[in-house]
């Protein structure tokens, strides 16, 4: 027996469909409950320390304006003083120019190199959980076989035989560091994929793509944001790491690593300040977003 037009336009009016704006409300309504939810004094603590790590590396030389590959013949390796607050290098350079510098470029990699990570890790998690169960296990021992392989290792080899500025360390950190998160990121998505919500939506004929970027997004965001904290303190650990090895951003530009390997050269002559202020730079800034997800964390469980 034929379906009446009646019929027809109340089956077609159960089909979900996506309404105008809603992916935008939904992500906007979820951000502004997560801020004010899961705020923490550690969460402002590290979001403040490091918000001033940004400011002094990209304000700093609007109100500090003096060139950092300035060379002054007349004063190699002086002591920080008035007319150089942080010293200056073996070539007579203002350091504290060089540690505005060297904070740009270490906070671009770690930031940006995050980023990659982090969208990487959804793409290949989400892809992971949303397949059929033969192809999330072959992707699953694609993963494995990458978490085998010493992340470390792989940097030092890549940086090793690219050309090396801000733009090829940010791809090579970001790609060799997302298989953690991908593995997080499936995990939850099985879990969350078998809640009522997403089964509803999937009976109202909602496609995967818009379940992934959805439900899945929007309920893993406290987990997502947590573990990007963690990933741009562990991205700035390893270009300082490279850096310290002749692999990171090279002179006459710096970086917080390059600039305390210089230090470090220098270290039996006695310039301490070149060694104290990038190592303390380097510090601030891995606590700085250890503290925040360490914060943001705390108040996801709870505590």
């Known amino acids: 027996m034929s379906s009446s037009p009646t019929d027809m336009n109340v089956n077609n009016s159960l089909v979900a469909r996506p309404i105008p704006g809603m992916f935008t ?18 969460t402002w603590t590290g979001l403040g320390l490091f918000v001033f790590l940004m400011l002094f590396s990209w304000l700093g030389p609007v109100l500090y304006p003096v060139s950092p590959l300035a060379i002054h013949a007349n004063h190699l390796l002086l ?50 959980a949303m397949s059929p169960r033969w192809l999330d296990k072959v992707l699953m021992r694609l993963l494995d076989a990458l978490l085998a392989l010493p992340a470390i290792v792989l940097m030092i080899f890549f940086a090793a035989i690219i050309p090396l500025n801000a733009l090829s360390l940010i791809l090579v950190l970001g790609c060799l560091s997302w298989p953690g998160l991908a593995r997080i990121v499936r995990n939850e998505a099985l879990a969350y994929k078998e809640k009522d919500y997403v089964l509803a939506a999937r009976q109202f004929g909602a496609s995967t793509f818009y379940i992934a970027r959805t439900h899945l997004l929007r309920s ?38 390059g600039l305390l390997n210089d230090g470090l050269q220098l270290v039996i002559i006695g310039p301490w300040w070149m060694i104290v202020f990038p190592g303390v730079a380097i510090f601030l800034a891995i606590v700085a977003m250890n503290v925040l997800g360490q914060g943001l964390l705390a108040r996801l469980e709870g505590r």
């Open 220 to 257: 893993m965001l406290p987990i997502l944001i947590v573990n990007a904290t963690f990933m741009v303190a562990d991205l700035i650990l390893a270009l300082s790491g490279l850096s310290f090895l002749g692999l990171g951003i090279q002179p006459p530009h710096a970086s917080w690593g």
């Open 79 to 128: 002591a920080p003083s008035w007319q150089f607050p942080f010293g200056t290098d073996n070539l007579g350079r203002n350091l504290l120019a060089r540690m505005m510098d060297g904070g740009q470029a270490t906070l671009e990699v770690g930031l940006l190199g995050a980023l990659i990570a982090i969208s990487l890790g959804i793409i290949y998690g989400m892809i992971a």
């Open 25 to 42: 409300r939904l992500w906007t309504d979820s951000l502004r409950h997560w801020v004010g939810q899961y705020s923490h004094p550690m």
